[in-house]
């Protein structure tokens, strides 16, 4: 599905049904060029699972942070990995293994043989100042459900 958002606010929607849609644990792998939105709508998302979204920040520089809570949010940044085993070495297998969490992956493309077989994933383009587009992908029957969840949020009007 193709979510397109007019400004900041839409992407904060989206990150608050992504919140109420996921199963747990859920996987989501984010791409998108630098300043397309990818750490916004972690954000977005954060502050839906009743996390304050001003503790959530790009994890370029730490590769990972560890936001607990209600339900946990693992945001991982893949971007300055050199390979899968690095990634396997920050513990990844027990991030996605936890039941209650949500994984976040940005620049997920860089490591596309550690991603689960089922996740959602997210596609963010820059279309304008503050537009973006959002090319989401469910992979597997757990995320189907949060595709079609997410086709009749956008479908109502928007407040």
């Not at 007019?6 to 904060?12: I, L, Q, R």
């Not at 936890?98 to 620049?107: G, K, N, P």
């Amino acid at each position: 599905m193709v979510y397109d958002a007019a400004d900041e606010a839409a992407t904060d929607a989206l990150g608050a049904a992504l919140a109420t849609l996921l199963p747990r644990p859920a996987c989501v792998a984010l791409r998108g060029t630098l300043g397309s939105g990818k750490t916004r709508l972690v954000q977005a998302l954060a502050a839906a699972l009743g996390i304050d979204r001003a503790l959530v920040s790009s994890p370029t520089f730490v590769l990972l942070h560890e936001y607990p809570g209600h339900t946990p949010l693992y945001h991982f940044d893949a971007y300055r990995l050199r390979d899968s085993e690095e990634f396997w070495n920050l513990g990844a297998e027990d991030y996605l293994a936890d039941r209650h969490a949500v994984t976040i992956i940005e620049w997920a493309e860089r490591i596309p043989r550690c991603l689960p077989a089922q996740r959602l994933e997210i596609d963010i383009e820059v279309t304008g100042p503050t537009q973006r587009q959002f090319r989401i992908s469910a992979l597997g029957p757990d995320y189907r459900s949060v595709a079609e969840g997410l086709r009749a949020w956008s479908d109502r009007p928007q407040r």
